[in-house]
């Protein structure tokens, strides 16, 4: 049996639950909810790491307008997930920058689909350049 979610000050509602703006905010969601329910970490955990995440975005600067919300729910879900061991962040990240470079070569409207070339991004080389 799982326990239920908590009501988390600040996030997107209306009388039906959560409100999502983007596709990607509902998966972060639902990711959060299924490892909560395999275990992972408890509702408890993913509040407090949730908090921190904002109050640490908001001593940065967010003005904390609601539109941000899930890109910080977002950073709490991989900080725990590093922290349980469950991912590294370095393997986060890797992924994190193979979605952005699907995402970019992805046209508008269609389903974005990670490939095994979205992991090889190179950079280009930088080259020394001399204002004269």
């Given at each position: 049996?799982?326990?239920?979610?908590?009501?988390?000050?600040?996030?997107?509602?209306?009388?039906?639950?959560?409100?999502?703006?983007?596709?990607?905010?509902?998966?972060?969601?639902?990711?959060?909810?299924?490892?909560?329910q395999h275990?992972?970490?408890?509702?408890?955990?993913?509040?407090?790491?949730?908090?921190?995440?904002?109050?640490?975005?908001?001593?940065?600067?967010?003005?904390?307008?609601?539109?941000?919300?899930?890109?910080?729910?977002?950073?709490?879900?991989?900080?725990?997930?590093?922290?349980?061991?469950?991912?590294?962040?370095?393997?986060?990240?890797r992924y994190?920058?193979?979605?952005?470079?699907?995402?970019?070569?992805?046209?508008?409207?269609?389903?974005?689909?990670?490939?095994?070339?979205?992991?090889?991004?190179?950079?280009?080389?930088?080259?020394?350049?001399?204002?004269?």
């Amino acid at each position: 049996m799982t326990t239920p979610m908590p009501e988390l000050h600040g996030m997107p509602a209306d009388g039906d639950g959560p409100v999502f703006a983007e596709p990607w905010e509902a998966h972060a969601f639902a990711l959060a909810v299924s490892l909560q329910q395999h275990g992972l970490f408890t509702w408890s955990e993913w509040a407090l790491a949730l908090a921190r995440q904002i109050s640490a975005a908001q001593a940065a600067g967010d003005a904390d307008l609601g539109d941000t919300y899930y890109r910080h729910w977002l950073a709490a879900l991989e900080t725990l997930v590093a922290a349980k061991g469950a991912s590294s962040n370095d393997e986060l990240a890797r992924y994190r920058d193979a979605w952005g470079h699907a995402a970019n070569r992805t046209p508008h409207g269609q389903p974005i689909e990670l490939v095994e070339g979205d992991f090889a991004i190179e950079q280009p080389a930088l080259r020394n350049v001399r204002s004269t």
